[in-house]
């Protein structure tokens, strides 16, 4: 059993959007109001099933706290924060960004968020916990430095880095972004920053479309730190282990970081409504295995979990234990409804078009910079 931390406050599932219709341009006058599809319900289900399992009592509590403008401004423009600060001052909030509302109060809760991922960081590099999972809302890796994306305000993975990298002089980080979508945010805030290795796993040209491509690799003194997975949709956990064992772990053992983030989103998931991808709990398990094995290599054991994107109230929670388990090593011997059906589904075996996609991605691995 392992010492797990646990980052939760209920004000993130305070964090809730207005009516949506889905990713859309213009005027929707002809489109009956729908519930936001990033729904604080999965999160609070999330967290609730953790607690109903008897889960939730054998992990160490973290608080969450605010992060200073300081540290928030190691990612982003002073203009991004203030223009936050005065659309959540606003009754009705604002929207400054590309699908990013901002609700009224998001800025105390954004900081909350912020600063709950650096809780995350500094209990493990004092040795107070040997992993954790920051169960964090509004997510933050579609944030970039200067602007609001995807339902992100703050870079919460860029911010808890930077803090590791300049206030714990931690020598070189490394990020395994596994939400379907691409952590298009946390490559803009560290894309010249040679000691983050950025690796992101998503589904090709999914959101942002005009992001996530293999030939992003960094520049400057950073060129070979960015790396990216786009893959085809319909993907199932045989190919995602495939992209793990032949692009993430190599890279991983040829920067060798000192600590390990993953940018959780569970919306790789087999019934999520904002992908076309076929992950199951199984297959959260086994990459969060790969993944722990490759921390307990490279850098102690040091790696943190920080919650991003996944919209399915019923699989979210599953899914999320299933990582939980593995971090800590309970099993609580609560089973997945959906995971023999989620098996069963057709095209979980790897593919020639998934295996084409996952070659092109490997290819970028011998560009990696090994340490000095």
């Known amino acids: 059993m392992r010492r797990t931390g646990f980052v939760w406050n209920e004000k993130f599932a305070w964090f809730e959007l207005q009516a949506y219709g889905g990713i859309v341009r213009g005027g929707v006058d002809s489109m009956q109001p729908d519930r936001h599809v990033y729904d604080p319900e999965v999160v609070r289900r999330f967290r609730n099933l953790i607690d109903a399992t008897g889960l939730l009592k054998k992990l160490v509590d973290i ?115 596994w939400d379907v979508h691409h952590g298009n945010g946390t490559q803009a805030a560290l894309y010249n920053e040679p000691r983050a290795l ?49 692009v993430v772990i190599p890279a991983l053992q040829a920067y060798r970081p000192d600590f390990i983030i993953v940018p959780s989103g569970f919306d790789a998931g087999a019934m999520d409504p904002m992908g076309r991808m076929m992950m199951h709990s199984d297959g959260y398990r086994q990459l969060t295995r790969k993944l722990m094995a490759a921390a307990d290599e490279l850098c102690g054991g040091r790696i943190v979990f920080l919650h991003e994107g996944g919209y399915s109230r019923w699989t979210v929670p599953y899914f ?53």
Do not use: W
């Not at 959906?338 to 593919?351: C, N, P, R, T, V």
């Open 63 to 177: 608080p969450a706290r605010l992060a200073t403008g300081l540290e928030i401004g190691r990612v982003h423009t002073n203009g991004h924060i203030n223009q936050i600060k005065i659309m959540s001052s606003l009754p009705t909030g604002g929207e400054p960004g590309d699908n990013a509302p901002v609700p009224s109060g998001a800025f105390e809760i954004a900081s909350l968020a912020a600063g709950g991922a650096i809780a995350a960081v500094d209990a493990v590099m004092s040795g107070e916990v040997d992993n954790a999972y920051a169960l964090l809302r509004p997510a933050g890796h579609h944030s970039r430095p200067d602007r609001s994306m995807g339902f992100c305000i703050f870079s919460n993975a860029a911010i808890a880095g930077r803090h590791l990298l300049d206030f714990h002089g931690v020598k070189r980080i490394a990020y395994v972004d």
């Open 198 to 246: 950025t690796i992101s796993v998503h589904q090709d040209r999914l959101y942002p479309v005009d992001d996530g491509f293999v030939d992003q690799i960094g520049e400057g003194a950073a060129l070979g730190t960015n790396l990216n997975i786009p893959l085809p949709a319909g993907c199932g956990a045989e190919a995602y282990c495939a992209a793990y064992d032949r």
């Open 320 to 372: 999320g234990l299933a990582v939980l388990e593995e971090l800590s090593g309970v099993e609580t011997g609560t089973s997945d409804p959906h995971l023999e059906y989620h098996k069963a589904l057709g095209g979980q075996e790897l593919l020639p078009h998934q295996i084409e996609a996952i070659d092109a991605a490997a290819a970028n691995v011998a560009r990696v910079p090994l340490p000095a």
